[in-house]
């Protein structure tokens, strides 16, 4: 009993002299803040065309540092294998369907195919991209969230439902897209 009640007043005592420390500095601990707010995304820069290859996610980064916008990128397989099936379904079904598509338009929109190059490579090992389709969202301060396309119950690939996927992108995506969807439901 004693020495949970000292390593509690050692965690007390740090958790202070930290507080103080930030306070003698003249500075007060922001407790509300919200790392992923992004209140503008200018629009009107995004292509509408979708950037390709290691060169285009580049090209995607430095569109994203002018627009503010997140970055939806997706690694398929481009040569014949088991698994090209399940990048071309995701793509004729999913990414063609038309509410995907209207909500994706804000997006800067990247496909990597793999294997292309060594720099399609080393963004695949970088983004650890297992299986293809694999999807990610990258925020402006570099975040990278996984958005999972398949669901995988009884051992086969079901494709998530496109409002079950507009849900999973808006939920790993910076906040102003959640944001819009609000906005224009008013």
Request: net charge positive; hydrophobic share 35%.
């Amino acid at each position: 009993m004693l020495l949970p009640m000292k390593a509690l007043m050692i965690f007390l005592l740090c958790s202070n002299m930290l507080v103080w420390s930030v306070l003698a500095q003249g500075k007060s601990p922001d407790w509300s803040s919200k790392s992923n707010v992004v209140t503008t995304v200018a629009t009107d820069k995004i292509p509408s065309s979708w950037f390709y290859k290691a060169k285009g996610y580049e090209k995607a980064l430095e569109l994203q540092k002018e627009t503010g916008a997140d970055i939806f990128i997706v690694f398929t397989r481009d040569v014949p294998t088991d698994q090209k099936g399940l990048c071309e379904w995701f793509q004729q079904k999913s990414l063609e369907n038309n509410k995907v598509k209207k909500y994706l338009k804000n997006y800067l929109r990247v496909e990597i195919p793999l294997p292309a190059n060594p720099d399609c490579q080393k963004l695949a090992e970088q983004f650890q991209v297992g299986k293809c389709p694999a999807v990610f969202i990258v925020q402006p301060k570099g975040w990278k969230q996984y958005c999972k396309v398949f669901s995988w119950d009884n051992k086969k690939p079901e494709l998530i439902e496109p409002e079950a996927l507009i849900d999973s992108f808006r939920t790993r995506s910076s906040s102003w897209y959640s944001m819009q969807d609000s906005e224009s439901k008013q």
